[in-house]
């Protein structure tokens, strides 16, 4: 399995961005799959999880403000981000375990 993840960029506090993650392989739409992130000095996080039956869980960090999703038809999995805080800036990762996607940056200005 590849994942390719993209969309992250620089957007203001309280703007949006949706993240996407295109994956190959025939087994996207059973798969468990998350998001996850990294600010510089921290410890990678876990952001959002869709189960297989898409079931989603949430850091209580970003409940109310991202929403996970999958488009199995596309083999692509989404996380949309709405009122951005500075915070939230790092380089996100999109899973599929046990694969991982390049990651992508996101910048967030105040």
């Known amino acids: 399995v590849q994942l390719q993840a993209s969309g992250g960029g620089l957007v203001q506090a309280g703007g949006s961005l949706r993240l996407s993650c295109a994956a190959s392989?025939?087994?996207?739409?059973?798969?468990?799959a998350d998001w996850h992130r990294q600010a510089p000095g921290k410890q990678r996080e876990l952001v959002a999880r869709i189960s297989g039956s898409d079931t989603t869980t949430y850091a209580d960090s970003v409940k109310g403000r991202f929403t996970i999703s999958r488009d199995n038809a596309k083999n692509t999995l989404y996380l949309q981000m709405n009122s951005l805080k500075a915070e939230d800036a790092a380089v996100y990762y999109c899973?599929?375990?046990?694969?991982w996607g390049q990651g992508t940056l996101v910048t967030v200005s105040s």
């Open positions: 392989g025939s087994t996207f739409s059973l798969a468990p």
């Open positions: 899973r599929i375990p046990p694969y």
